[in-house]
């Protein structure tokens, strides 16, 4: 429920109001139109959420709002598209104060006039999320899809990095599987929904807010307060979710006890495909809990109305045919402008829950899609921002598998901001100059009557004239400017660095674009291969944000999965450290890998690169076998 004070909720409650509606519309161009209550025309106005379908409850749910309103005006509807529309409730208090409400923001996407009037039909921002995802392959934590979601549509997100990591499954490494059903953003979004066990929605300011269901009631709602009201005799519950593997071609299934309830179908979602056995239970159980809560007595009714409320309210029903130990969820909503509102729960009999839904196997439609001839593409997005310096840097990893002996090749892109070093230059000036020299002043005559001679006009004799002298001279010049940046390239096959060919580009400071190309030949079947790129700066620092780095790897008969093949890899960087008494050292790295099947192998590596020693005045010899040290 939006924060309102108490006075709002007692007067909201009461048998009569005194209430308005108002609101502004903003163009594109900026011109303002703002409106009162007076110029909407009367039952025209509603706001319609929801975020469920028509028959249960539902996880990661995208939905988005829509407003519609017609209004006494002669604005000129061809400025409308794309205009903003915010609206506002305002209940008058006991003290006979107003209190405003918002109501949300909307963008205009039909504007139809009449003779006098003007339709207006709006949608909230999640509508911006139906931009092309183009299927990148994208590996981070929940934040981090959210945030290159956001970043990418141009949508604030309401909650913080810390938020979002401090619930369930919000540490957790997610990755996309390569053959999935998203097209969109919005498509991201409802699938970290679900591994988050909740559901989206445009908050009131327009933020994109993850909400989850609840067992806290808001608010009562008593017999006097509605219109009309349907309750159904059972209560839904989940006790088990149902999330579909496609490696194993199985439905994995995870209880409570007693499994007495719902269960809850994930069905194919691409970002519980990877991992360990241990890792997808461990999320499924999480995504379990958080549904665990609910506890809901479907319901519809038409009441008198609080706009405060919001979808997600967990409400009790008292008086009549309504049982008050028992919670209700608003999950639609149907808000009518100086009407009736309309809130209903959807949800399922549990006693009429199917029961092979529960173990169910043998799940059709789970084919790997190889087929002889067809090209397939794996494709890549980085979900975190780099800084690249002279320390090697991976900023792209696919992993791909071919069904048969093939060749693939790979593009590459990246967005790169670079700061070149600054440079000190020096060079030579040279030139001639001219220097007036007095004419006969080196003479002496020997007789002092000379020396002294006044010829009266202020010239002082002979040193009155002078004569030019040309000197060539040659002058140090030093100045500071920007260098250049050279970008070295790497690039990595199964672990192993390719040693042929190396890209360098050399930058100034500023935006640039390196371009990435590389064919891969002979690749043998059924096996998972990882190609990596590096890049590391000499002379200068490369930023790449978020989203800068797009690659792919195309080719025929290509899996669509590569499957994992037991690998775990762990890699540490140390930033640059110094060690008093001049031990220096630019870098150190570790690396541990460890695999299973087809080869075993354990090892562990430290490697330290570029360190010098000194504070020795001089050199130092250790003793040999059997001196002493005295």
């Not at 990418?152 to 979002?164: M, R, W």
Request: hydrophobic share 35%.
């Amino acid at each position: 429920m939006y924060p309102v004070s108490d006075a709002f909720l007692r007067a909201v409650q009461e048998n009569t109001r005194n209430y308005c509606w108002t609101g502004q519309i903003t163009t594109k161009g900026g011109a303002v139109y703002p409106f009162v209550y007076e110029d909407i025309v009367k039952g025209s106005g509603y706001l319609t959420a929801q975020c469920c379908g028509s028959a249960e409850i539902e996880l990661g749910t995208v939905y988005a709002a829509e407003m519609g309103i017609t209004l006494f005006s002669q604005i000129d509807r061809y400025t409308l598209e794309g205009a903003e529309v915010r609206l506002s409730y305002h209940l008058r208090l006991a003290d006979g104060s107003f209190e405003e409400v918002p109501m949300g923001i909307f963008e205009v996407s039909e504007a139809n006039r009449t003779a006098h009037c003007l339709e207006l039909k709006a949608y909230d921002y999640m509508l911006r999320f139906e931009k092309s995802f183009n299927g990148f392959e994208t590996v981070g934590n929940a934040w981090a899809f959210l945030d290159l979601c956001c970043k990418a549509c141009n949508v604030v997100l309401a909650h913080t990095q810390a938020e979002i990591e401090a619930m369930p499954n919000g540490t957790e490494l997610l990755s996309i599987y390569p053959e999935n059903d998203i097209e969109t953003y919005r498509d991201v979004l409802y699938f970290v929904g679900q591994v988050l066990g909740g559901f989206f929605c445009i908050n009131r300011e327009g933020k994109l807010e993850l909400r989850k269901y609840g067992t806290q009631p808001v608010m009562e709602v008593k017999s006097r307060h509605r219109f009309t009201s349907s309750f159904s005799d059972f209560i839904t519950r989940y006790t088990a979710v149902s999330s579909t593997n496609l490696r194993t071609q199985t439905a994995e299934y995870y209880a409570l006890e007693p499994d007495d309830g719902l269960t809850m179908n994930l069905a194919v979602n691409p970002l519980l495909q990877f991992g360990l056995e241990e890792t997808r239970e461990t999320l499924c159980r999480n995504i379990l809990n958080d549904l665990a809560v609910v506890s809901y007595v479907p319901f519809d009714s038409s009441t008198i109305g609080n706009p405060a409320l919001d979808l997600g309210d967990v409400l009790t029903f008292t008086g009549g045919q309504a049982d008050g130990s028992q919670t209700a969820c608003i999950t639609s909503s149907n808000c009518r402008i100086g009407g009736k509102h309309t809130l209903k729960c959807v949800g399922k009999n549990p006693r009429l829950a199917q029961a092979k839904s529960k173990n169910d196997k043998n799940i059709s439609g789970l084919l790997n899609q190889i087929e002889a001839g067809k090209i397939g593409i794996h494709t890549f997005t980085n979900a975190s921002a780099y800084t690249v310096a002279e320390t090697s840097v991976r900023i792209i990893s696919i992993e791909f598998a071919a069904k048969e002996e093939t060749h693939v090749q790979f593009f590459g892109q990246v967005l790169v901001d670079v700061s070149a070093g600054q440079v000190s230059r020096s060079a030579s000036a040279k030139g001639s100059i001219v220097v007036p020299f007095p004419a006969g002043g080196g003479g002496d005559t020997g007789t002092g009557a000379d020396a002294g001679t006044d010829t009266g006009d202020g010239s002082g004799g002979q040193g009155a004239d002078t004569e030019s002298v040309t000197v060539d001279v040659e002058l140090p010049v030093t100045w500071t400017e920007d260098g250049k940046a050279v970008a070295y390239v790497t690039y990595e096959f199964n672990d192993s660095e390719i040693l042929i060919h190396y890209p360098v580009e050399t930058w100034g400071s500023g935006k640039h674009i390196l371009s990435l190309y590389y064919p891969i030949d002979g690749l043998v079947p059924n096996i998972t291969n990882t190609f990596n790129v590096h890049l590391r700066m000499e002379g200068g620092t490369a930023a790449i944000d978020t989203g800068g780095c797009i690659a792919s790897i195309s080719g025929q008969g290509m899996a669509a999965g590569a499957a994992w093949d037991g690998t775990i890899t762990v890699e540490e960087y140390v930033q640059p450290f110094t060690l008093k008494g001049g031990l220096q050292a630019k870098a150190f790295s570790g690396e541990m890998g460890f695999e299973t099947m087809e080869l075993v192998k354990k090892y562990y590596s430290d490697s330290i690169r570029k360190a010098g020693i000194g504070a020795f005045g001089k050199p130092v010899e250790l003793p040999q076998e059997g001196e002493g040290t005295g």
